[in-house]
């Protein structure tokens, strides 16, 4: 038997968080939660303990930018937190990561790709898809990659 996956998912838009919800339910090894604030991730986690991974949207309310994201994942100390977006830069994703952050699932991701995420983030890895840095990020991390492997 598989061990299930325990996934909270936070996001203020509730057919977002609703359509992901149900879309993973169809996997039969993930047990779903969700929140619609900061405050009501905070409580799921401090009910069910930990969560195997936190799909958080950095955008709702009561979050409060990078401090936010830390308390989130002060919060759930043995499960996997991922910032869940579509409006944030590479420097707070890499800031976030830096935290403790697991990785970073944009929601311009394809659907069918988001299973697969979730599996990757769960075998212990980070995930963060690769995409073109505008030559203005001058702070962003460079992770000892050179300027062509970036």
């Known amino acids: ?6 996934i909270l998912i936070g996001d203020d838009h509730e057919l977002v968080r609703d359509a992901i919800a149900h ?3 169809s996997e039969p090894d993930f047990l ?8 009501a991730v ?9 969560y195997d991974i936190i799909l958080l949207d950095v955008n709702m309310p009561g979050m409060d930018g990078l401090s936010g994201v830390e308390d989130v994942i002060r919060a759930n100390q043995d499960g996997a ?4 977006s579509g409006q944030v830069d590479d420097i707070f994703v890499w800031k976030a990561i830096e935290l403790g952050a697991k990785g970073y699932i944009p929601k311009t991701l394809p659907i069918r790709a988001l299973t697969s995420a979730i599996r990757v983030i ?5 995930f963060v898809p690769l ?4 030559e203005n990020d001058t702070d962003a991390p460079g992770y000892g990659l050179t300027d062509s492997e970036k």
Do not use: Y
């Open 23 to 25: 879309m993973l339910r």
């Open 1 to 6: 038997m598989t061990k299930q996956l325990s």
């Open 122 to 126: 769960a075998s212990g890895q980070t």
């Open 81 to 84: 937190v991922v910032i869940f």
């Open 32 to 39: 779903i939660t969700v929140a619609k604030d900061a405050s």
């Open 42 to 50: 905070l409580h799921e986690i401090d009910c069910a303990r930990s």
């Open 131 to 134: 995409h073109r840095r505008s």
